[in-house]
């Protein structure tokens, strides 16, 4: 029965949705995060989705998440002597999240999760009545 | 001696199936609506039922390696057609709005699709539940 490989594809989709909406949560909480004595501050994680067969069909392609990238983006250096993690030069060098980009990137993962809980209700459906045939 | 009763029925089963197969060729096209690269895939349903029909039910039949007899009196599996390695079936959809990514899935598109294979898939179903209905009453006589 073909229909049922719909739930591996939307369920690879939702996961790999999943882990995104993590990586934007983890970046929002550490927008704000200044570098420690080591002056390594954080930088901001990004998914990189691949296609990924399922089953012998070919009609089939999942998703799965390739990497975790971190940004490239310089950080975000403020003047400010008294903070006490402060370099020499008396500037705070804090994380380089764009919290902006992060609520787009979550609006985005959130409605693609819910396209493909959408997906799967459908599949559901129309397996059931798929068993109710002849009757 | 079902022949007659059952013809239409094989022609709803396939229509059936190549719906199914849809079906999850757009729920493909959903998932990777965020991966970079992705070509969206879909296929002509008309194209796909005509070649369907025009290969006969030998050949059909022959697709499943397992059951298959050498006395045609012997047992035979039908064939499923989406396990049918035709690759050839499934074409690159039109692209309307393309990203920068290379990614071609038009989400708003894709998912009227998907509706619509959906209710295409229950009306198949209701045609072979009415058709089951028919035959029942006929051979009763009621």
Known sequence: ?135 | MFEPLTRRLEFFSDALQLRAHRQQVLASNIANADTPGFVARDFDFRQAMDSVRSRGPELRAGAMPVLTGGDARHLRTSATLADVPDRNRVQYSVQTQPSLDGNTVDLDQQRANFIHNAVQYESTLRFINGHVRTMLSAIQGQ
Do not use: C, W
């Open chain 1, 1 to 135: 029965m073909s229909m049922f490989t719909i739930f591996s594809v939307s369920g690879s989709a939702i996961s790999a949705q999943s882990q995104r909406l993590n990586t934007v949560a983890s970046n929002l909480a550490n927008a704000d995060a200044v570098a420690g004595p080591d002056g390594q501050a954080y930088r901001a994680r990004q998914v990189v989705f691949q296609t990924v067969p399922m089953g012998n069909n070919p009609a089939s392609q999942g998703v799965r998440v390739q990497d975790v990238i971190e940004s490239q983006v310089p950080n975000r250096r403020v003047f400010n002597p008294q903070h006490p993690n402060a370099d020499g030069e008396g500037y705070v060098t804090h994380s380089n999240v764009n919290p902006v980009e992060e609520m787009v990137n979550m609006i985005s993962a959130s409605r693609s999760y819910q396209n493909n809980v959408e997906v799967m209700n459908t599949a559901k459906h129309l397996l059931l009545r798929t068993l109710q045939m002849g009757q």
